[in-house]
């Protein structure tokens, strides 16, 4: 099977090498022929018909004109793809069985993904995205840290995008719950961005989480790749839950393909305090036009939210299962999460989880087993 995998994988590669051959030109290839034979079984007529004159011509001279061109490419592609397994990077074709499943529902996955760390969540169907805006208030940390630790509890997986504010505390309430975390980057793998948070990206790949890029190492950074990567942080995902945003912020994009891939989109309420802050002009742009239903964050029915999330599951997913889809007794969320917030805050300041880097592991507290406050989370309203 790897063997398989890794032959689509070049295949794909030396395809997007191709001049004129761009992202929608390689999914539409890959659709219509998903292995090396049937391309080179197709005819110019074929091609044209479903390229256009001008990319089919050059693709079929690529293939059959110019002598040996292709197994140049196709062999330069295989070096190149080897100096990532060189690094522990796995080249994931979309055509590989370890293709996230609800990525691949949506409009444009990513041809090939590139992967480092724990593989196995590529197949987590349970994975929630939470995501906000790089300059967050205080409070805006502390929801997306709780909501993190209290969904990982759950073996939810977090999905972020390793900036900083909002996704760092993200990250970091996963893997204070010694949860799951994949983090999506805009860059290739071999580039942090910002460089602040490289700690955090080795936090991930010390702890069992996951790093994903859809750039190859060595390909230049753009600015268009970060409004890329939004879609497959919710391409990842069942749910979009966007913490703080302005009306213009990246998060907005994450949130525009959420509901272009029809994934469950929530977001927490802001509090009075800060309610006319600028982080929430985005959160109130959501709310107001009833596009996005609030919940208060504070007191979050989490069995409801579980429900949508089976909901929306089953929606996307009927007869797919997860690799890993034990449900286990979780010890009680309330506590544990106020206890691991209240240790990362001392180590050092409030910035270890937006702007600063945070070197040490937070301390973790023994989880009470009070069935006082179980009770009373499950009869709170998720909005």
């Not at 805009?186 to 989480?209: F, H, M, W």
Request: hydrophobic share 40%; net charge neutral; charged share 20%.
């Amino acid at each position: 099977m790897e063997t398989v995998v890794e032959t689509q994988a070049v295949f794909f590669y030396t395809l997007s090498q191709i001049k004129g051959v761009g992202q929608q030109t390689l999914q539409r290839l890959v659709s219509h022929f998903p292995e090396t034979d049937s391309l080179f079984q197709a005819s110019q007529e074929d091609l044209e018909s479903l390229l256009g004159r001008h990319p089919a011509n050059t693709l079929y001279e690529y293939l059959h004109v110019i002598p040996d061109k292709w197994q140049r490419s196709f062999k330069q592609a295989q070096e190149v793809l080897l100096q990532h397994l060189h690094q522990a990077i796995f080249p994931i074709a979309i055509t590989s069985q370890l293709y996230p499943p609800l990525l691949r529902l949506i409009p444009d996955p990513p041809v090939i993904l590139y992967a480092k760390g724990n593989t196995a969540l590529l197949r987590h169907i349970k994975a929630v995205a939470i995501v906000g805006t790089r300059e967050p208030t205080r409070w805006g940390l502390r929801v997306a840290y709780r909501l993190a630790y209290e969904l990982a509890q759950r073996n939810y997986a977090i999905v972020s995008g390793l900036a900083k504010g909002i996704d760092r505390a993200a990250h970091t309430g996963a893997l204070d719950a010694r949860g799951k975390t994949i983090a999506i980057f805009g860059t290739p793998l071999d580039t942090i961005y910002p460089a602040a948070n490289r700690d955090l990206a080795e936090r991930i790949l010390a702890e069992s989480g996951l790093l994903v890029s859809e750039l190859p190492l060595g390909q230049q950074g753009f600015r268009q790749a970060f409004v890329q990567r939004d879609r497959i942080q919710s391409g990842f995902s069942l749910a979009v839950l966007p913490v703080q945003t302005s009306r213009d912020g990246g998060t907005m994009h994450t949130v525009n393909f959420a509901q272009l891939q029809k994934r469950f989109i929530a977001c927490p309420r802001p509090p009075r305090a800060e309610a006319t802050a600028r982080q929430y002009e985005g959160i109130w742009l959501l709310i107001r036009d009833k596009q996005v239903p609030p919940f208060n964050s504070d007191n979050v029915n989490y069995e409801k939210l579980l429900t949508k999330l089976q909901v929306m599951r089953q929606q996307l997913l009927p007869d797919v299962l997860d690799e890993d889809d034990t449900t286990e007794k979780q010890p009680d969320p309330v506590e544990t999460w106020q206890a691991a917030w209240e240790s990362a805050l001392t180590e050092p300041t409030l910035e270890a989880l937006s702007e600063k880097t945070q070197g040490k592991r937070t301390r973790h507290r023994k989880p009470s087993k009070s069935s006082e406050n179980s009770t009373t989370l499950s009869n709170n309203i998720l909005w």
